[in-house]
């Protein structure tokens, strides 16, 4: 007569190791691939959007291509050579790092912002109108998402926003170095379409300022 013998703890932990890794490592693919091509999360350094978003909380950003942007979206980009000097060009094992970072959607060294849309590719945006509103091709840009007591600009300006850019203001404009800032910089305070991270859809954290952050006015 024979007995079975129940298989030890540790010898059964060890054999359900490799039955873990498969799994562990489709979880950790799915969380890269969401964070490289989907959704990343961003910290708001600054008071420049507020009362929309204010320094400290972290905002979801759902990537999106050039022709998803729209007028009035709320969008986190990459500033390096136009809003902030580029940094000297990565060599040796840095810049391998550098590669591989990109590649699983890390940007390391990069400089990001947040601000509005409020010029697109074409439109050409002046400050201001004899009633203080920006004018978009002529045609009066409604705001109500400008912070109270704010102005649309105190800086005078008639830009036309090159193919392939974007005019971007901050929402508290009195607190805001935004394109306005920046006329005299590459592209003339306007940044690439290829430059935008993706568009800020929720703030996520604190709990308590839990919120969608919706499109703001396309007119």
Avoid at 190 to 202: E, I, N, Q, S
Wanted: aromatic residues 6%; charged residues 20%.
């Amino acid at each position: 007569m024979t007995t079975t013998q129940a298989r030890p703890p540790l010898q059964r932990a060890r054999r359900r190791g490799p039955e873990l890794l498969v799994p562990l490592a489709l979880a950790l693919l799915l969380a890269l691939l969401l964070r490289t091509f989907v959704v990343q999360s961003f910290s708001i350094p600054s008071d420049s959007m507020s009362p929309l978003l204010v320094p400290g909380e972290r905002v979801l950003v759902w990537r999106v291509g050039a022709e998803d942007v729209q007028r009035g979206d709320v969008v986190v980009f990459d500033g390096t050579g136009t809003f902030v000097d580029a940094p000297p060009a990565p060599e040796g094992l840095a810049r391998l790092g550098a590669g591989l970072g990109s590649l699983l959607g890390f940007r390391p060294g990069e400089s990001d912002f947040v601000k509005r849309v409020v010029g697109l590719p074409g439109d050409r945006i002046t400050c201001c109108d004899p009633s203080g509103r920006l004018l978009v091709n002529g045609v009066p840009l409604e705001e109500p998402y400008v912070a109270a007591g704010d102005a649309p600009s105190e800086l005078r300006f008639d830009v036309e926003v090159p193919a392939g850019r974007l005019w971007l203001m901050g929402d508290h404009r009195s607190d805001s170095a935004d394109s306005r800032a920046h006329l005299g910089s590459p592209g003339g305070g306007t940044v690439a379409l290829d430059d935008v991270v993706g568009r800020v859809v929720a703030v996520t954290w604190p709990l308590g300022s839990l919120a969608s952050v919706p499109r703001g006015s396309g007119s």
